[in-house]
């Protein structure tokens, strides 16, 4: 299995400025304890720290499109002080993958240099205030996505792979770039009964377009996408559906594996609902976002993780491997923001050798939930 972090330059990390230091013993650290790859976050979009017309890009930009878009307050954003790139080649000698992580939306201040991105009414000419969805159909916000992606691979050219956050529509998008394409292909206005499923082929157009572009910068990148969640209802096919995130659409557009979402929120069900939830993600390979905050950031409320929830969860993942050659393994999110005892609970986690007796008793429970899967 491949474990790993998920981490951030600036997000969550309070008055602390991270930088070189901090990163290196970091590496050290994974090293140490086997873990295989690093995700980090180079844009900042929820942070308090960055208002609503900054979207915290946290690397040096070359587009001077992006430009007003960095996190100043970021020690990596600035040609003198930027660190990263020694983070990369410090990982490349000790058999450690960097992945980043890019983000499909954008704050209001991305109206600065793509005027028309925000450019969304409802139906009923409200305007949409959702400022973080930015929509694939839009021209000018697909353009921004590649150009920061190809930005931050000409900056970081040795990284393993990118992990796309947030292609999805937020149910039926009805703007005027939506109602615009909409008509284009199909001769229509937009109706429910329709509207759906073009949806879900547009999300497949934009991720692949992206995966495209980046693969035509650098050959050997790997590119996933955040996706998969089982909703409070158990319908995971429907809630996909309306994200635009429909595996049908998915499974063929080039993508290297998925990472679905395991953030403790079913209890004693958790395990079985993320089974489910890469059950349906078949082919894809997964790569699980696994949340081991103590403390969930205000306005975003998920159960407390301690010490036995991330023991039981990595135990699972280690069985679940066994029988499922699709799991690749775990990222777990946010390190920057957890307590020693779930760090220490992470490192024992993974180089502890199991029971027999358990090992087996879990891959019998494991095996007898995908034989009811399947059903």
């Not at 000790?94 to 409802?122: C, R, T, W």
């Not at 089982?230 to 559906?241: F, L, R």
Request: with cysteine; net charge neutral; glycine share 6%.
């Amino acid at each position: 299995m491949i474990f790993g972090w998920t981490t951030c330059l600036t997000y969550e990390t309070g008055n602390r400025n991270l930088g070189y230091n901090y990163f290196s013993r970091l590496l050290d650290e994974m090293k140490k304890n086997n873990m295989q790859r690093l995700l980090v976050m180079m844009e900042n979009p929820h942070d308090s720290a960055c208002d609503l017309y900054n979207h915290g890009l946290d690397w040096p930009v070359k587009n001077s499109k992006l430009e007003s878009l960095i996190d100043t307050k970021a020690i990596n954003a600035h040609e003198s002080s930027e660190f990263f790139s020694k983070i990369v080649e410090k990982a490349k000698g000790l058999a450690i993958e960097i992945y980043i992580e890019i983000k499909y939306m954008g704050m209001q201040g991305v109206k600065q240099s793509y005027p028309g991105i925000f450019e969304n009414y409802d139906a009923n000419g409200r305007k949409d205030m959702r400022y973080f969805h930015i929509c694939c159909d839009n021209d000018q916000a697909h353009q921004y996505m590649r150009d920061k992606v190809e930005d931050v691979l000409q900056r970081y050219p040795k990284i393993d792979g990118i992990a796309l956050e947030h292609p999805s529509y937020w149910g039926v998008c009805s703007c005027q770039s939506t109602q615009s394409k909409f008509f284009c292909d199909t001769g229509k206005e937009i109706s429910e009964a329709e509207i759906l499923d073009w949806q879900n082929k547009r999300i497949a157009w934009a991720v692949s377009d992206l995966i495209n572009l980046a693969k035509s910068i650098q050959k050997k990148i790997k590119f996933g996408m955040f996706t998969g969640f089982s909703p409070e209802n158990g319908n995971i096919k429907g809630y996909q559906h309306n994200r635009g995130h429909s595996i049908e659409t998915l499974r063929d557009i080039g993508l290297d594996f998925a990472m679905p979402y395991c953030e403790g929120r079913y209890k004693e069900k958790e395990q079985h609902e993320i089974e489910r939830v890469i059950e349906y993600l078949e082919p894809l390979e997964i790569y699980l976002h696994t949340t081991i905050r103590r403390n969930p950031p205000s306005g975003y409320p998920l159960p407390p993780k301690d010490p036995k929830y991330i023991k039981n969860m990595i135990e699972w993942g280690k069985a679940y491997s066994k029988i499922q050659p699709r799991f690749l393994g775990m990222s777990f999110f946010n390190e920057v923001n957890i307590p020693q005892e779930n760090r220490k609970a992470v490192y024992e986690a993974i180089k502890e050798k199991r029971n027999l007796a358990q090992e087996a008793l879990e891959l019998t429970r494991i095996f007898g939930s995908i034989v009811e899967n399947s059903k």
